[in-house]
């Protein structure tokens, strides 16, 4: 079982950006930068002893004040902003902060570095478009007060000014740091925000995954706790249908029977309703659950080839592990990967020992490209298409998504992985061998994932109701 990948590309790729910001959260910072410029400009004129426009100061915060009070009374507390409304309120504050530059100084102001905020909030929960548009609007208006600006002065009337060379060199390091700085949170936040994406794509297919196995169990503990009550009306039906060939009406009804009994375990092989856990669905050779979980991808025209068998150190039956859901899907992501860019054969190989299992799913397809090998199990990771990789799976879109959830639902369950090549790149395809593709290396501590020999030996108890 597998992610639909219409669905999860619907799901996981459109852009979550345009309602990230409440309008509650840029109230806020806007109040906090009103009180932040009330107090500067205060303690400036009257601590300081700087000459300073408070008239135009203060209509400049009064204007952030009125812009607070109006959203206050029109939006509710939870409003949402969409990235265009986001952008001008960003680009208000970033103008009003301007403003209050031009009128104390532009550059000569140490607190003109505060211009980096509003990028800075942009990058973080914006798109790229409003990003940039603030950005250069950024850069336009620190070159602007950069040059024309009210100088600062003492009460006695002495200018304070920066030398120019130190006035070129802020000018400098704030359109790097607006640059820098906007990239960087931009980079972080979008890769928290993929793995969030992937993370929930992977929950979902655990999920589904769980409900598969639950319904496996459902359907194994109806087969066994009906089996005995069928048997015995398919054997009485059929002993009545015998003794009541005298009377037709009557061994036709008792053949009826019979044949409801049959269609009773037919139905019971393809479905069943909330039941008992069966607890023999809990564990299983680790042969059996590799089998189960290669399953739907052994009959799509390449050999799956299996093999186990112990190390030197490990006991000769195979371990008896847990039936976990991501045990099983994280193994069938990778069966699919390997079947998919496979050429005939994929072998799957397990060796134990007394401590690890190991898990080796090899093909004889291309291998993994070079200079992704370091990065696979990323999530969203892409490659370019090519002729090959279309050919080799028509309307596949490589995202990394299913190397991704397989690698976290395996690494859930204790197990390490690692991707390799097995053929020499310098070597021509008829040189390389047969197992010249893709490697993958799935590592388990035994005791993380092994039953207990007294629970896998023992008895098992009464099947369980499932909470429903």
């Given amino acids: 079982m597998s992610l639909d990948p219409d669905q999860t590309r619907t799901l996981l790729m459109r852009d979550l950006r345009s309602d990230w910001v409440r309008l509650q959260t840029l109230l806020v910072l806007r109040w906090l930068a009103v009180l932040g410029q009330t107090v500067t400009v ?4 009257f601590y300081f002893g700087l000459r300073v426009e408070l008239g135009l100061c203060f209509l400049a915060i009064g204007s952030s004040v009125l812009s607070n009070m109006i959203a206050m009374t029109v939006f509710p507390p939870n409003q949402r902003l969409h990235d265009w409304d986001a952008m001008l309120t960003l680009l208000f504050d970033l103008t009003q902060l301007s403003f209050l530059l031009f009128l104390t100084g532009g550059l000569n102001n140490p607190f003109s570095l505060l211009i980096l905020a509003p990028v800075t909030i942009s990058a973080t929960a914006l798109t790229m478009r409003s990003t940039l548009i603030l950005g250069f609007s950024a850069i336009v208006m620190i070159t602007l007060i950069a040059f024309y600006h009210m100088p600062l002065r003492m009460r006695d009337g002495e200018m304070i000014t920066l030398p120019p060379l130190f006035l070129l060199g802020f000018w400098i390091a704030i359109v790097i740091g607006i640059v820098f700085l906007s990239a960087y949170a931009r980079r972080v936040t979008k890769e928290i925000h993929t793995m969030s994406q992937a993370l929930l794509a992977t929950q979902e297919a655990l999920a589904r995954e769980q409900k598969l196995t639950d319904l496996g169990g459902v359907v194994a503990a ?24 005298d009377h037709p009406e009557l061994a036709e009804d008792a053949r009826l029977i019979r044949e409801q009994a049959d269609r009773c375990r037919d139905i019971m092989r393809d479905m069943g309703r909330a039941g008992k856990d069966d607890l023999h669905m809990r564990s299983a050779p680790v042969g059996a659950v590799v089998r189960e979980a290669a399953d739907p991808h052994t009959d799509r025209g390449i050999e799956v080839l299996f093999d186990f068998a112990p190390s030197e150190g490990g006991q000769a039956a195979q371990p ?15 069966v699919q990967n390997a079947v998919d860019f496979a050429d005939n054969t994929v072998w799957i190989e397990g060796v134990w020992d007394a401590k690890a299992l190991r898990l080796t799913l090899t093909d004889d397809g291309r291998g993994y490209p070079p200079d992704l090998l370091g990065r696979l199990g990323d999530p969203f990771l892409r490659r370019r298409k090519s002729p090959q990789n279309s050919a080799k799976r028509p309307g596949y879109e490589g995202m990394g998504l299913g190397l991704f959830i397989a690698k976290t639902l395996l690494e859930r369950s204790g197990a390490s992985i690692t991707f390799r090549n097995a053929g ?7 040189e390389s061998g047969a197992r010249r593709g893709a490697v993958v290396e799935v590592s388990w501590p035994l005791d993380a994932i092994r039953v207990a020999d007294q629970e896998a030996k023992g008895p098992l108890g009464e099947n369980r109701q499932i909470p429903v």
């Fill in 222 to 245: 109806a087969a066994h706790e009906l089996g005995t009550p069928l048997a015995t009306i398919k054997l009485v039906s059929t002993e009545l249908a015998e003794e009541l060939e």
């Fill in 424 to 430: 020499d790149p310098f070597l021509l395809v008829e």
């Fill in 320 to 334: 008896v592990i847990r039936r976990r859901p991501e045990i099983i899907h994280g193994l069938r992501n990778l």
């Fill in 42 to 45: 205060v303690v400036a004129s």
